[in-house]
């Protein structure tokens, strides 16, 4: 009797014979739902990760002393702890499930909130302290590279773009909630708190004022509680199971570090530039520059990761009907072009239009590291097996969340013209390597002329066009000898031309037009 209890008990949160890609072994209704809820907790786990990057400004004007560089420090090391326990994060969905692994999460996001709490509320509070309360909050950054394999489990391929592009969107969109919030918080007393004394600022332009830093802090803790009992009472868990031995084989995929690379170029700089945005424009244009030009880091650090969090939620359907590997493409070349600007605009600033031009570049490179991150985990899932897509979007996530540690670092080392000039080479490089990892993904045989691997995919995606299914060959089954008497599919080994003969055999055989 007691050892049929716990498989009754382990049977009624496991889901059975469940298949995404059959219609008939799906459940939408429950595959949205657990989208929105591990969504919701995304949110939370973000507002952790970058709730230094919001109080961080502020611990000069209540007395703490602290310089440039270690406040730079503390704005880096969340990124740092993100990275290691991404790399944990990675290797739990098949071993825990969804359903646990959110749920605790949440629970445990709720420990560094409490710690800074309190460590505000003293200004004689030890350094090292708050470099551990900082690293704590790494727990938020983790989590994504556990949440997003996760759900991606739930969706069929035809939705992942937009499964995962509206997860990694909002879920990005905590960065600009605790910014944006977090100052707002601050700024008078939460109800139910009114028995804390409000805290004095003793430095800045508005000594003698009172703020109410801790709250930033501790606003965040019911709903992290609500995550919890949301997570454990609704989510359930696919059988999806593998040991740790089996997932190494990610290593073993050329893609898996092609695809590092670019998630570095695009979520590691988006996650980096949003950690220490309010700092850089306080150092190189505000009241810790020479120039003070009167501006508050405070008041823009949210439109950045706000920028690129909506982007990245919104174009998955754009990227689910024309490919990731495209909008890849275009954010490499956008974010080549305004990092170079950047570094230009800072070598030698004079005034109120210099800032100008360095906001602008700003906000659009965040608008184009927001392609990049919609469309490289688009790519993912297409290029690669659904058990080894899973882990190789953990990993990707775990080296790119590095960012706002490399990016923290780097400043506090380093002038801010060099570093933006080589973040602009980076990305230049990764260009060549988005450009390598397509023609990987579509080879081209010896006789082929230079250029025909791109018109061969050119003519994948119009036959997919003029056919009525964009970028989805699952109804659609085409000619296969006519398309090659054409030069089109040549090379059986192209990905495409495989999901073309995997997709022919099912749907209603049709025969491609002919093309110009």
Same mark, same amino acid.
């Given at each position: 009797?007691?050892?049929?209890?716990?498989? $009754?008990?382990?049977? /009624?949160?496991?889901?059975?014979?469940? *298949?995404?890609?059959?219609? %008939?072994?799906?459940?939408?209704?429950?595959?949205?739902?657990?989208?929105?809820?591990?969504?919701?907790?995304?949110?939370?786990?973000?507002?952790?990760?970058?709730?230094?990057?919001?109080?961080?400004?502020?611990?000069?004007?209540?007395?703490?002393?602290?310089?440039?560089?270690?406040?730079?420090?503390?704005?880096?090391?969340?990124?740092?702890?993100?990275?290691?326990?991404?790399?944990?994060?990675?290797?739990?969905?098949?071993?825990?499930?969804?359903?646990?692994?959110?749920?605790?999460?949440?629970?445990?996001?709720?420990?560094?909130?409490?710690?800074?709490?309190?460590?505000?509320?003293?200004?004689?509070?030890?350094?090292?302290?708050?470099?551990?309360?900082?690293?704590?909050?790494?727990?938020?950054?983790?989590?994504?590279?556990?949440?997003?394999?996760?759900?991606?489990?739930?969706?069929?391929?035809?939705?992942?773009?937009?499964?995962?592009?509206?997860?990694?969107?909002?879920?990005?969109?905590?960065? %600009?909630?605790?910014?944006?919030?977090?100052?707002?918080?601050?700024?008078?007393?939460?109800?139910?708190?009114?028995?804390? $004394?409000?805290?004095?600022?003793?430095?800045?332009?508005?000594?003698?004022? %009172?703020?109410?830093?801790?709250?930033?802090?501790?606003?965040?803790?019911?709903?992290?509680? #609500?995550?919890?009992?949301?997570?454990?009472?609704?989510?359930?868990?696919?059988?999806?199971?593998?040991?740790?031995?089996?997932?190494?084989?990610?290593?073993?995929?050329? *893609?898996?570090?092609?695809?590092?690379?670019?998630?570095?170029?695009?979520?590691?700089?988006?996650?980096?530039?949003?950690?220490?945005?309010? #700092?850089?424009?306080?150092?190189?244009?505000?009241?810790?520059?020479?120039?003070?030009?009167?501006?508050?880091?405070?008041?823009?650090?949210?439109?950045?990761?706000?920028?690129?969090?909506?982007?990245?939620?919104?174009?998955?359907?754009?990227?689910? /009907?024309?490919?990731?590997?495209?909008?890849?493409?275009?954010?490499?070349?956008?974010?080549?072009?305004?990092?170079?600007?950047?570094?230009?605009?800072?070598?030698?600033?004079?005034?109120?239009?210099?800032? *100008?031009?360095?906001?602008?570049?700003?906000?659009?490179?965040?608008?184009?590291?927001?392609?990049? *991150?919609?469309?490289?985990?688009?790519?993912?899932?297409?290029?690669?097996?659904?058990?080894?897509?899973?882990?190789?979007?953990?990993?990707?996530?775990?080296?790119?969340?590095?960012?706002?540690?490399?990016?923290?670092?780097?400043?506090?080392?380093?002038?801010?013209?060099?570093?933006?000039?080589?973040?602009?080479?980076?990305?230049?490089?990764?260009?060549?390597? $988005?450009?390598?990892?397509?023609?990987?993904?579509?080879? /081209?045989?010896?006789?082929?002329?230079?250029?025909?691997?791109?018109?061969?995919?050119?003519?994948?995606?119009?036959?997919?066009?003029?056919?009525?299914?964009?970028?989805?060959? %699952?109804?659609?089954?085409?000619?296969?000898?006519?398309?090659?008497?054409?030069?089109?599919?040549?090379?059986?080994?192209?990905?495409?031309?495989?999901?073309?003969?995997?997709?022919?055999?099912?749907?209603?055989?049709?025969?491609?037009?002919?093309?110009?």
């Amino acid at each position: 009797m007691s050892a049929t209890e716990p498989a $009754a008990k382990k049977s /009624r949160y496991l889901l059975t014979d469940w *298949n995404p890609n059959d219609e %008939s072994k799906w459940d939408s209704k429950l595959a949205w739902r657990t989208l929105w809820i591990t969504t919701y907790s995304l949110i939370l786990a973000f507002c952790v990760w970058f709730l230094p990057s919001a109080i961080a400004p502020k611990l000069t004007a209540l007395g703490f002393n602290l310089d440039k560089s270690q406040l730079y420090w503390l704005t880096a090391l969340p990124g740092l702890a993100a990275g290691i326990l991404r790399l944990v994060y990675m290797f739990l969905p098949p071993l825990i499930g969804t359903r646990k692994l959110v749920g605790i999460t949440s629970l445990l996001c709720i420990i560094p909130m409490v710690g800074w709490f309190f460590a505000v509320q003293d200004n004689t509070t030890p350094y090292w302290v708050l470099l551990t309360l900082a690293f704590m909050c790494g727990i938020g950054g983790g989590a994504f590279s556990g949440y997003m394999p996760s759900t991606g489990y739930f969706f069929p391929k035809r939705l992942a773009g937009t499964a995962l592009g509206l997860q990694g969107g909002i879920g990005n969109l905590g960065m %600009s909630v605790i910014l944006l919030v977090g100052p707002v918080l601050m700024g008078f007393g939460l109800f139910g708190l009114t028995w804390l $004394a409000p805290q004095q600022q003793v430095a800045g332009d508005h000594v003698g004022e %009172s703020i109410w830093v801790y709250n930033a802090a501790i606003f965040f803790v019911p709903w992290c509680i #609500l995550a919890a009992i949301l997570a454990f009472i609704w989510l359930r868990d696919v059988p999806v199971k593998a040991n740790l031995k089996q997932q190494l084989d990610i290593f073993s995929n050329p *893609n898996t570090w092609y695809m590092t690379i670019l998630y570095v170029m695009t979520f590691g700089l988006f996650s980096g530039f949003s950690a220490v945005f309010a #700092l850089l424009i306080n150092n190189q244009f505000g009241d810790q520059s020479t120039l003070n030009l009167g501006v508050k880091g405070a008041t823009y650090a949210f439109l950045g990761p706000l920028i690129g969090s909506l982007i990245r939620m919104s174009w998955g359907i754009f990227c689910d /009907r024309m490919g990731g590997a495209i909008w890849t493409f275009i954010s490499a070349v956008g974010m080549t072009i305004t990092l170079g600007g950047i570094a230009w605009v800072l070598t030698n600033p004079t005034g109120k239009t210099d800032f *100008n031009i360095f906001l602008g570049l700003m906000l659009a490179m965040f608008l184009f590291s927001g392609f990049g *991150n919609a469309g490289t985990f688009k790519q993912m899932p297409m290029i690669m097996p659904a058990r080894q897509a899973g882990g190789a979007i953990g990993f990707t996530a775990a080296i790119a969340s590095l960012g706002p540690f490399l990016v923290g670092v780097a400043l506090s080392a380093i002038s801010a013209p060099v570093f933006f000039a080589g973040c602009a080479i980076f990305c230049a490089c990764a260009r060549s390597c $988005a450009g390598s990892c397509t023609r990987a993904r579509t080879p /081209r045989s010896p006789a082929d002329p230079p250029g025909t691997a791109w018109c061969r995919r050119t003519c994948h995606r119009l036959v997919n066009r003029l056919l009525g299914a964009p970028h989805d060959e %699952s109804r659609i089954r085409y000619d296969l000898p006519d398309l090659r008497r054409r030069g089109q599919a040549r090379d059986r080994r192209d990905p495409v031309c495989a999901r073309l003969v995997a997709a022919s055999r099912q749907g209603v055989r049709r025969r491609a037009p002919a093309l110009p």
